[in-house]
């Protein structure tokens, strides 16, 4: 092995050991929660040993990187996951590598993926992106809709053809009242989720939980844990 495999497959194996921790504590099954190894500002030659290594859900947060890059890894039998906030006028590139969109936060991003998934005719799964740091204008500083405006955009979701409502997504917010509170951010999008679900019980999907916060997401009821850094190193800068 190379050195960088034998790291990342370390780095692998100790996050897999910190799920498999979590999920104990909070006595749930480890099939309960599924890893998405968010592969920004590191090359493709990682994504295809984490490929070679058994992930099969990895996740990037712009397009412009994200593109290239699912185009290198084609051989790979993997899912993508776009975990960014998305304008409009990239849905048509994203769509060509990502079949989860997890940081659906409008209704004009609604209609533009509804319309490109039925022109290349496929189903895309999406989760709303709740900000739980949202001001008045009901939005998120990184991206993200308020939980005032979750029942609107699920109705949309639902409604819309080529997508399907998959469920909610958060980044613990660094600003505002839960800031440094994971576990009670956590708790407030497992109960949006319960709200969510009686509307739409398929909308199953809860991802939260990063590298320093998986094991709050876990034992909130986290359904995917999107872990970069703790897999494939700190990353040289802002990504
Ligand atoms: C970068 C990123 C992650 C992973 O963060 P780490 O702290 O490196 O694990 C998760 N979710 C989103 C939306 C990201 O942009």
């Not at 994203?94 to 490109?116: F, K, N, P």
Request: proline share 4%; aromatic share 2%.
């Amino acid at each position: 092995m190379t050195d960088r495999r034998e790291e990342l497959a370390r780095n692998l194996a100790r996050v897999e050991e910190r799920i498999t921790a979590a999920c104990t504590a909070a006595g749930r099954e480890r099939a309960e929660v599924t890893l998405v190894v968010v592969t920004k500002t590191y090359p493709a030659d990682d994504v295809l040993i984490l490929g070679e290594l058994g992930v099969r859900q990895v996740a990037e947060n712009r397009d412009q990187e994200a593109a290239p890059k699912a185009a290198a890894t084609t051989a790979a039998p993997l899912t993508w996951h776009f975990v960014g906030q998305l304008q409009t006028n990239k849905v048509r590139s994203v769509l060509g590598y990502a079949s989860v969109v997890q940081s659906v936060d409008r209704g004009r991003l609604v209609t533009a993926l509804s319309r490109e998934a039925v022109r290349t005719g496929q189903e895309v799964t999406c989760l709303i992106q709740v900000a739980l740091d949202a001001d008045e204008s009901g939005r998120g500083a990184r991206g993200g809709v308020g939980p005032q405006g979750v029942p609107e955009l699920a109705d949309l979701l639902a409604d819309a053809e080529g997508l399907r409502l998959g469920g909610l997504m958060t980044v613990a917010p660094l600003t505002g009242p839960y800031a440094g509170r994971q576990r009670e951010a956590f708790g407030r999008l497992m109960d949006l989720s319960t709200a969510l679900r009686a509307d739409h019980p398929a909308a199953n999907m809860v991802s939260a939980g990063m590298s320093g916060d998986l094991e709050e997401a876990v034992a909130a009821g986290a359904t995917h844990v999107r872990v970069g850094s703790a897999v494939l190193g700190v990353r040289p800068r802002l990504g």
